[in-house]
Each structure stands twice: as C-alpha cells, then as structure tokens.
C-alpha cells in the first residue's frame, strides 16, 4: 500500500454501490452484497525455533458464496489489514461471477513477514491457519490458494494438516498446489496469458493491428512476465516495465524504446521479480523513476504491480496515445482517476476481468483435483483461452449496448448473477 490513508474496502464498497445504483437493486440485496456474509479473526500461536511462542494475527473473510464455495487466497504480509482482506474477498466473488465459474468470494491472510520466519516456523504457521479454521473452510465451503508472499509449499503444508484434522484424501480443499501433488499445469502463465487474451480481444475489437503496438508494464513478476510472454508471441513490442528495488526501498521504471528481449531480462531477475539495475544498464535500459513506466508513448499499458497506482494525481501522467488499459493488478485504479480515463476515452479492461485467469485455473485445479484426473497443458490452456474471451466479448457486448465504461458494465453483470443468486436461494 503505498498511501496509508488509502483503504481498499471504502473503494470496494464504493464500486458495489456504484453497480447496485446502475441497477437499482433492491435495499435488502444492496445491504447483503456490500459487506461479507461471514469474517473470522482470530489467533495463531506459534512455537518458533528459539522455543518461545509467537502469537500471529489470522483472517478469512468469505464475502459471498451463493454461486458456489468461496474462492480466495491467503495472504502473508506485516501490513495485513482486515479491510485489505474485505476488499479483497469482495473481489474475488465479482471476479468468479464474470468468468460465470461457479464458486464465491473469499480471501484470507496473516500478519507476518515471511522473510522472518525460518521455514519450519512457517510450515507451523500454515498447520496453525488451517487448525483455526478446518470447520469452516474445505472443498465444498471454502477453497484457498497462495497470494502474496504465500506459495505452493505453504498450500500443501496447509492440505496436509487439513486432511490429517478431517482423516481423508481432499485436495481439493485448496489449489495452487505443486504439480504432481494436486496442482495443475498452466498455473503459472494463467493469470498474465488471461490478461493478454483480453488485450487480444480488444485489439480485435478497435481494429489495432498488436503486432503494431507498443506497451509499457508496471511491475515484473508473475502476472506481468507472462502477460509479456503472450503479448510478444502475438508480435507486440514491449518497451517498458517497472519494479521494486528492496534494498533501496523504491521502486524504478526500466525503458527500452525499441522494444526488449522478455528471457534476457528475466536471467537478471530474482523470484521476487526484482530487475537487477546495474545488469539491466549493461543489457542498454535507461534507468528512470517509479512513475515512469506510466507515462510512455505506448498503446497498451498494463498495471501489473499493486494496487492504488493511478489516481487522481498519477492519471495526468498518462501518455495521450494510450488507447487501452489491462489491469493486471487489483484494485491499481481508483474511483477518481477512473473518471478521468473514461472522459479520455481510453478502453479499461478492468481487474477482476483481465486477471481472472489466475482464479479459472485454479477452479480447472479444483475440478482436476476432485476428479483425481489431470489434463495436458495446452488442454488447459485452451480452456483458458474460451473462459476468458467468452467473458471479454460479454463484457465489452454489455458496455457497448447501453453505453457504458467497462468497468461499470464489469460490476453491473457480476453484481446481477450473485444477486440473481441469492435471490433464487431465497436469501434476499
Ligand atoms: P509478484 O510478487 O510476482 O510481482 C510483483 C511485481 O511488482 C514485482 O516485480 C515487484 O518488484 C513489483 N512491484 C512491487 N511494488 C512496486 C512498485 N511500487 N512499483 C513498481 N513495481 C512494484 O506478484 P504477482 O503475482 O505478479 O501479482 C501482481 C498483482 O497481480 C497483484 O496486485 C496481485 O494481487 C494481482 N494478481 C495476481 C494473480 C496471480 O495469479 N499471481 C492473480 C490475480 C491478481
């Protein structure tokens, strides 16, 4: 978080009522959907290698799971908020709805710094997490999956006390796990390939020849080395990404006006997608400030880094031949820079559509998983490739029939099937 004045859950909220407003949705469905259905907070001792117990703070928020189980995964962070989780959770459960998977929202997290903890202290914490809560999450209730700073090892640690609590086989109770223990292939590509698989649509739509185009990322990791991948196979040309520097504690933007080569820049990458700066000088980038990757000449930007990145100061920034936004990130846009965006016409495929990709692979996990039968790649890959451009083309059909911004038409689809859902359960 980079403002600590800035709260996800009044943005998440914000953005509901804006949809529940365009739909003019009933109270009782308004005061159900703009807060989580259930929360649980609670306390996780843990004996570290010194001996002595550290109690850690836990969360799971499951905002909304009328369409199917909660989805979500499970954050490790020392600025772990229960309104980052909230906001997070709500998410989650437009983002299942949009690409019409049939699970709900949920999101979970810890507060702790992962690069503290030994690994058998973080092995004891994943066993904790899962005592706290085995009766209330689980394959048919609620299925987690690795977020920041959490990864596949955690998610197994996590399956493993989970099953020995229940006495049984469940994997799918939780998904991201390693392949050949439960996880599926194309896990890793999914989310930054769905955000491209997007891109590709809209291009398609404003009849933008990609391989003419240029583009600049913010960020360097998962989502954003994939994205690239895809988006350079297709023949665009990217000139511009973005990372975090740790030991000098900000972040820098790397340019490279004729485009750059994606496996030359990941040999002088870390696995926590931080650019060697030195390296990268030597490979001919010029070296400029955080804030520079938005404003490049470029016909695509993809925020691919955190949230909260264009705002009402940053949005001037933006360069006038940007013609389309994926957000890669979530939550990277916020309500006043939206406005400006919208008045310059420029095409936002918003976060919950453009990374669904991620949340996709994991259902195709879920369903592998629980069949106990796993699919080839390119299998999955294709899958992927029908979820993601069904949900794009529904999307921009809604926006352009009543003349709305994609974001709007985004909310108003998703918000209508969870409603449409709780309405036929007879909740509201
Ligand atoms: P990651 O940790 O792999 O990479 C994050 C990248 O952002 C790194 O290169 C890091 O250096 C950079 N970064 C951090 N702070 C920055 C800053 N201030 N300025 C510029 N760069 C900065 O993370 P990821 O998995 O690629 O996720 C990125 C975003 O996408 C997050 O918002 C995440 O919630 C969202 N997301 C990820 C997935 C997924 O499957 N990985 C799915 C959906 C959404």
């Not at 989805?71 to 980052?84: A, C, D, L, M, S």
């Not at 006390?161 to 994997?171: L, R, W």
């Amino acid at each position: 978080m980079s403002d600590s004045s800035y709260n996800p859950y009044t943005m998440a909220q914000k953005q509901f009522d804006n949809a529940a407003e365009l739909l003019d949705l009933d109270q009782a469905t308004r005061d159900f959907l703009r807060v989580p259905m259930r929360e649980y907070q609670f306390s996780i001792p843990v004996r570290m290698d010194d001996g002595s117990i550290k109690v850690f703070r836990g969360f799971r928020v499951q905002h909304n799971d009328a369409r199917g189980p909660s989805k979500g995964g499970i954050r490790f962070h020392p600025q772990e908020t229960i309104n980052t989780v909230r906001a997070l959770s709500m998410w989650m459960t437009w983002k299942c709805a949009v690409v019409d998977i049939p699970l709900g929202g949920g999101k979970g997290g810890v507060i702790c710094d992962p690069h503290n903890l030994s690994l058998n202290e973080q092995e004891r914490l994943c066993r904790g997490w899962v005592r706290c809560l085995a009766k209330n999450v689980g394959p048919l209730s609620d299925v987690p999956a690795p977020d920041v700073m959490t990864n596949s090892q955690h998610m197994l640690w996590m399956l493993d006390e989970y099953e020995t609590i229940h006495g049984g086989k469940y994997p799918g109770f939780i998904t991201g796990k390693p392949v050949g223990m439960g996880g599926s292939l194309g896990r890793t590509e999914a989310t930054g390939y769905g955000v491209m698989i997007t891109v590709r649509e809209a291009m398609k739509e404003l009849g933008i020849d990609i391989q003419k185009t240029t583009a600049s990322f913010q960020g360097f990791g998962n989502v954003s080395q994939y994205a690239i991948e895809l988006y350079q196979q297709m023949g665009g040309t990217p000139i511009c990404v973005s990372c975090w520097i740790q030991k000098e504690g900000k972040a820098y933007s790397f340019v490279k006006k004729d485009g750059f080569d994606l496996e030359r820049l990941r040999e002088i990458t870390n696995h926590f997608g931080e650019i060697d700066k030195e390296k990268a000088q030597d490979q001919g980038f010029e070296v400029l400030d955080s804030g520079a990757w938005l404003e490049q000449d470029v016909d695509l930007l993809v925020p691919a880094a955190l949230e909260n990145q264009i705002t009402g100061e940053s949005v001037p920034r933006i360069s006038k031949q940007v013609k389309i936004i994926a957000e890669g990130a979530n939550g990277p846009t916020t309500p006043e820079a939206d406005e400006v965006i919208k008045e310059r016409g420029i095409l936002v495929i918003p976060d919950f559509l453009a990374n669904a990709g991620g949340v996709t692979c994991s259902y195709f996990e879920q369903v592998q998983s629980n069949q106990n039968y796993f699919w080839a790649k390119e299998e999955i890959l294709g899958k992927l490739d029908l979820k993601m451009t069904d949900a794009y083309l529904a999307v921009s059909k809604f926006a352009k029939t009543n003349k709305i911004y994609m974001r709007d038409a985004a909310y108003m689809i998703s918000v209508e099937r969870v409603s449409k859902a709780c309405q036929a359960r007879g909740w509201v």
